[in-house]
């Protein structure tokens, strides 16, 4: 699971700027999401974890900016 989230972090820092501690909550918000995921496939989780960010995380990340 852990290529996974660095697959997300790598690809939703390519999106959007983070600093490094935007980036850390991010982190350990998608590891928290994948880990009730219900798949082991690496790609899947990946996409769903990208997915994740992109909607329901991506305002809790900008939340913390503030």
């Known amino acids: 699971m852990q290529a ?3 697959r997300v972090m790598q690809t939703y820092g390519l999106l959007v700027n983070l600093t490094a501690d ?3 909550v991010a982190r350990e918000k998608v ?5 009730s995921a219900h798949t ?5 989780l990946a996409v ?4 994740y960010l992109r909607t ?3 305002s809790a ?4 900016q503030k």
Not at 31 to 35: C, H, K, P, V, W
Not at 40 to 44: A, G, L, M, P, R
């Open 22 to 24: 935007q980036e850390q």
């Open 4 to 6: 996974a989230i660095d």
């Open 61 to 64: 990340v900008e939340v913390d």
């Open 31 to 35: 590891s928290n999401f994948l880990a």
């Open 48 to 51: 769903e974890g990208l997915r």
């Open 40 to 44: 082991d496939d690496e790609n899947k």
């Open 56 to 58: 329901s995380s991506l």
